[in-house]
């Protein structure tokens, strides 16, 4: 009996147990509810806009909060640039490296710490994840480091937010099939890059002091990819346009892979109209590898760090209609690694790759209006030591570049050395070509120079070029044999070519060697100088000072070393 009552009296307890337990969880779910949209709400408004400076205004439509399953459903969210407040910033050099506008129709947050978020002014979350969201992304471009005293005095995030927000969470950002449009600057003239489809995925992020230390991280998140689809862009002045069909970043590996790529004219040879001798390029890719890419680094501070950039079979195509009037700005300070000097960011890249490469040069006469093209084939380029910054230069003041392969299909190699710490734009080159025959120069020479190699063969080339801003001098050996040339004139009624009979008589005869060596004799041509027109470009030099070597020797008027 008594045994009987102490039943009794333990299921009353559990019963009355029971009853508190479900009590207890119903008042939290009426008091969670009742409190997590307008916590939630006051959360994004301290994230949104006190974290921003107030550069950021937002519009918020429905949320509806799920207790148990600790999921928020969000819908209609915009978060948009406070315009008199980014002229302000702007003006006292405090804009972000990125500045973002955001149009959310739906978005879903999965594994949300309710009571914490209520209680514990603590955001802790699983997943936030969208597949309906346009971005747009202006660059904050700044020359060199963009860390000001502004910026460098400024309190981080976290600090910011620690009186109303203690901690700050979040698993994974997962966004697919978003749209992206990224700007480089306001100006109207500003480069527009346009994804019709990005999916993003951030994970780990912690916003506190502890992650701001971490290295590792980008801001304050651990890892992030980018995958972006059909990349379209349009010049402002619309001369040309790229495409690209998939573009992929990872940040935890500081790989950039870009597959697929294609520069190119929006017009036609034939549409065009040059006042002037213009170049056009076209530039195609497989896929071209960026190792060691520190994104953040560029987007805080300016610098273009990587450890190398590895082309999969790039194709150049360069091309210029003669028939345009000459253009004599000034060329001076246009090398190469000059240009690499007075780039606007920081350059620190150790490797440039490019295998498989095809060099496409054309050029359409103005009198004979024949195009003729120079075919470079199978190049292996290699350049080293890709920098502009002075601490670094101080370190190694040389970069090389090597490159081979074929032209008009015989081998072809060269070695550059580019001076980094020169005022003057020094540089030097050596390289040979081998074995070329008259029937591979011929179609090239009787297009452009209207000029027939019936007969030559080049059995080597050697060459060695030293330059600065105002001339080169060369070294050249050069061994030959059968060389005769036919110059050729242009009747401007008909357009017809005819030999110039007596005129060639007397140039095979008299004013060139046949062969080298010759009657048992080598010439060579030693420290010949070619002065550089303002005009000239840094391989039209080259090919100047080697061309003017290759006529010593080949000219019986020349003098040789």
């Known amino acids: ?61 429905d949320l509806h909060t799920n207790l148990f399953g600790g999921n928020v459903e969000v819908k209609n969210l915009s978060i948009t640039v406070d315009s008199t407040r980014y002229e302000t910033l702007k003006a006292r050099n405090a804009l972000p490296a990125l500045v973002m506008q955001l149009k959310l129709n739906e978005a879903s947050i999965k594994g949300i710490g309710v009571f914490s978020l209520v209680f514990g002014k603590k955001i802790f979350i699983d997943e936030i994840s969208s597949k309906e969201a346009d971005i747009n992304l202006l660059r904050n471009f700044k020359k060199r480091d963009t860390a000001t005293n502004v910026t460098k ?32 600057n306001q100006e109207i003239d500003a480069a527009k890059l346009q994804f019709d489809r990005c999916d993003a995925l951030f994970q780990n992020i912690r916003i506190d002091s502890a992650s701001l230390a971490d290295t590792s991280r980008i801001g304050y998140v651990e890892n992030f990819s980018l995958k972006m689809h059909d990349l379209k862009f349009r010049t402002a002045d619309s001369t040309y346009k790229l495409k690209a069909e998939w573009i992929v970043y990872n940040s935890a590996e500081r790989r950039l892979q870009i597959d697929s790529f294609k520069l190119q004219p929006t017009l036609k040879n034939d549409e065009r109209v040059d006042s002037f001798r213009k170049s056009w390029y076209t530039l195609t890719f497989d896929r071209v590898t960026f190792n060691g890419l520190r994104l953040d680094r560029y987007l805080r501070l300016n610098r273009a760090e990587a450890d190398s950039a590895v082309f999969q079979s790039p194709t150049l195509s360069i091309y210029q209609d003669k028939l345009g009037e000459r253009n004599y700005r000034s060329k001076i300070g246009s090398y190469p690694h000059q240009v690499l000097l007075r780039a606007d960011a920081v350059i620190d890249m150790k490797k440039f790759v490019a295998r ?84 591979q120069i011929n179609p090239v020479a009787s297009k452009l120079a209207n000029v027939e190699v019936p007969s030559v063969q080049i059995d080597s080339l050697n060459f060695f070029v030293r330059g600065e801003d105002f001339e080169a001098t060369a070294d050249v050996q050069m061994r030959y044999r059968d060389l005769s040339l036919i110059l050729r004139k242009r009747d401007d009624e008909t357009g017809r070519n005819s030999p110039r009979k007596f005129l060639n008589k007397i140039l095979n005869r008299f004013a060139i060697y046949p062969a080298n060596p010759y009657n048992g004799e080598e010439r060579k041509a030693i420290g010949v100088k070619t002065a550089r027109l303002t005009t000239q470009t840094f391989f039209g030099l080259i090919w100047k000072a080697v061309f003017d070597a290759m006529q010593r020797i080949m000219l019986k008027s020349g003098t040789v070393g």
Do not use: C
């Not at 009987?4 to 009353?12: A, P």
């Not at 600090?159 to 697919?176: D, H, P, Q, T, Y």
């Open 1 to 61: 009996m008594q045994q009987q009552k102490r039943k009794r009296t333990v299921k009353r307890i559990f019963l009355l147990a029971a009853v508190l337990f479900l009590l207890f969880l119903s008042t939290l779910f009426v008091l969670a509810n009742f409190f997590v949209e307008p916590v939630l709400r006051k959360r994004l408004h301290t994230l949104i806009v006190e974290g921003s400076d107030s550069l950021y205004t937002y519009t918020l439509g």
């Open 153 to 184: 005095n400024k309190e981080p995030l976290w600090k910011v937010l620690r009186s109303k927000i203690n901690a700050i969470g979040v698993k994974r950002i997962n966004l697919e099939g978003i749209k992206l449009l990224y700007k480089n």
């Open 356 to 439: 498989n490469m095809q060099i496409a040069v054309t050029e359409k006469d103005e009198i004979t209006r024949e195009e003729g093209t120079i075919n470079l084939s199978d190049l292996n380029v290699t350049v080293d030591n890709i920098v502009n910054d002075p601490a670094l230069i101080k370190q190694n003041p040389v970069s090389t570049a090597l490159g081979s392969g074929k032209i008009f299909g015989s081998p072809v190699q060269a070695f550059f050395r580019f001076y980094l710490d020169s005022a003057d734009g020094k540089f030097d080159v050596k390289g040979n070509v081998q074995n070329i025959a008259a029937s």
